[in-house]
């Protein structure tokens, strides 16, 4: 069966990518293609929706999508854990609500570098994560990197929050989940996350390079396919990729 997709954001970089694989798939196929002038009305009726938009428009596509009972895949970052509880709260209170995917980072590398820094969290007293985003990123920090903390912070339990001296000057970073973020806004390059992990006498730097939009691609179908087959809300691609965390529940 063909799943019929409507892209949101469809005239944008990521939306462009989407519409090229769903015409390149044979079990894909496009709905509709939404820019910012478009009514969210013309997403309604879609086997799932993909929001590739703004941080400031995801919000109401997120929640119009729960309300027209479409699964939605949403790969616009500015997602904090506060803003996805709201999302819980409606799909609870919305009779057959389907899906919603928040997928921070489509990049498979990106999933498995945020695993793998979770499972380093408890080894570790101080961790950072410094990100760094081609200059027209409109929101910092990176979703990804927001995602990244709050794993590291949820694997570290017990063990409390890293050590983040002086966090209080603003050269130190954002606190997410405790975690130190930086934030770096470049020409140049996509996108790269470092997160640096110290103990005593050594670091671990877990680095992930985006080096051309491809790599969002395999992540892309991988989300457009399970959507409309899941149930609730789920934060993160490693939730369909069974790496073992405690992902999904966020
Ligand atoms: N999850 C992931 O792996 C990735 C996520 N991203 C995120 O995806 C999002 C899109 O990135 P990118 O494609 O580079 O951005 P672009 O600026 O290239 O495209 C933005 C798109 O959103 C549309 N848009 C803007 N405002 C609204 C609105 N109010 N309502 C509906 N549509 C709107 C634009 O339409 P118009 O042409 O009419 O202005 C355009 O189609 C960003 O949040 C980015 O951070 C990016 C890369 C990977
Ligand atoms: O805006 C981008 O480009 C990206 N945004 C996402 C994020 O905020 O993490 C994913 C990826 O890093 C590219």
């Given at each position: 069966m063909t799943i019929r997709v409507a892209v949101v954001g469809a005239t944008g970089k990521m939306g462009q990518l989407a519409l090229r694989l769903i015409e390149e798939a044979d079990d894909l196929e496009p709905f509709a293609a939404l820019d910012s002038?478009?009514?969210?009305?013309?997403?309604?009726?879609?086997d799932v929706a993909i929001d590739l938009t703004h941080p400031g428009a995801s919000g109401e596509i997120v929640a119009h999508a729960i309300a027209a009972r479409v699964p939605v895949v949403v790969g616009t970052s500015g997602w904090s854990v506060d803003r996805i509880a709201d999302i819980r709260r409606r799909h609870r209170e919305t009779d057959g609500a389907r899906a919603v995917l928040f997928v921070p980072n489509f990049s498979i590398g990106s999933v498995l570098g945020s695993a793998f820094a979770a499972m380093a969290?408890?080894?570790?007293?101080s961790i950072e994560i410094v990100e760094a985003h081609h200059?027209?990123?409109?929101?910092?920090?990176?979703g990804t990197a927001v995602r990244t903390a709050e794993l590291m912070a949820d694997a570290r339990g017990t063990d409390g929050?890293?050590?983040?001296?002086?966090?209080?000057?603003?050269?130190r970073g954002q606190l997410v989940a405790g975690v130190p973020v930086h934030s770096l806004r470049l020409s140049g390059l996509l996108a790269e996350q470092r997160v640096v992990l110290g103990g005593d006498g050594e670091t671990l730097s877990i680095v992930h390079t985006?080096?051309?939009?491809?790599?969002y691609e395999a992540g892309i179908l991988l989300a457009l396919r399970s959507a409309p087959g899941r149930e609730g809300v789920t934060v993160g691609l490693d939730a369909l990729l069974d790496l073992g965390l405690p992902a999904g529940e966020r």
């Open positions: 002038r478009s009514s969210l009305d013309e997403l309604d009726g879609a969290a408890p080894f570790f007293e200059a027209g990123k409109v929101d910092s920090p990176s929050p890293v050590a983040a001296p002086h966090a209080d000057q603003r050269a985006t080096i051309s939009p491809s790599s």
